[in-house]
């Protein structure tokens, strides 16, 4: 959740709310410090062998017991790219090299607060594959029968992918 301001953590004076770059923010009148509120950056990986996709099963809240692509936040002065590589292989044992940003999503989590999601199609290149970190499994799936992901951004990163492999050119994968 983010964390909520009321003196200012440069000069110590009390935060005072009014319009701040075309929002309602909190601000010190003295300092003149932005209590802004930015997204969680975290990173995903769509990562593919031999036309399967390897997903975790997430061992631990939010959406526990639930289908995913290994995923999770990135680390202060970690790239996304170099994110996505540290979770694939925390969380399944695997390692990939990364072939295309798939897309940038936003989503609200209960939890969290609001998390910018950086999608990427990854090819598995080695590895022993094991559920490690917070994953409770980690498997590959046919690309025709991969189990319910939740959430929308997972799923149209797939098709992507999808579209990369069997070359549909008739349908934009690299607009980003």
Avoid at 106 to 127: D, F, K, Q, R, W
């Amino acid at each position: 959740m983010d964390k909520e301001f009321h003196y200012c953590p440069i000069c110590g004076h009390k935060l005072v709310e009014g319009i701040k770059d075309g929002r309602k923010r909190k601000f010190c009148p003295f300092c003149g410090f932005v209590d802004y509120k930015n997204p969680l950056p975290s990173v995903a990986i769509v990562g593919i062998k031999n036309n399967r996709v390897l997903l975790i099963k997430r061992g631990r809240e939010p959406h526990k017991g639930l289908w995913t692509p290994p995923s999770g936040f990135i680390e202060y002065g970690e790239s996304p790219e170099d994110a996505g590589l540290r979770e694939l292989k925390e969380e399944t044992g695997m390692q990939g090299e990364i072939k295309q940003l798939l897309g940038v999503h936003s989503h609200n989590s209960y939890i969290y607060g609001n998390i910018l999601v950086i999608i990427y199609y990854a090819e598995i290149t080695n590895g022993k594959l094991r559920a490690g970190d917070d994953a409770e499994d980690a498997r590959f799936f046919e690309l025709n029968k991969v189990p319910d992901m939740k959430f929308q951004c997972f799923h149209e990163s797939l098709e992507k992918v999808k579209n990369i492999i069997y070359g549909n050119t008739d349908i934009e994968t690299f607009g980003y």
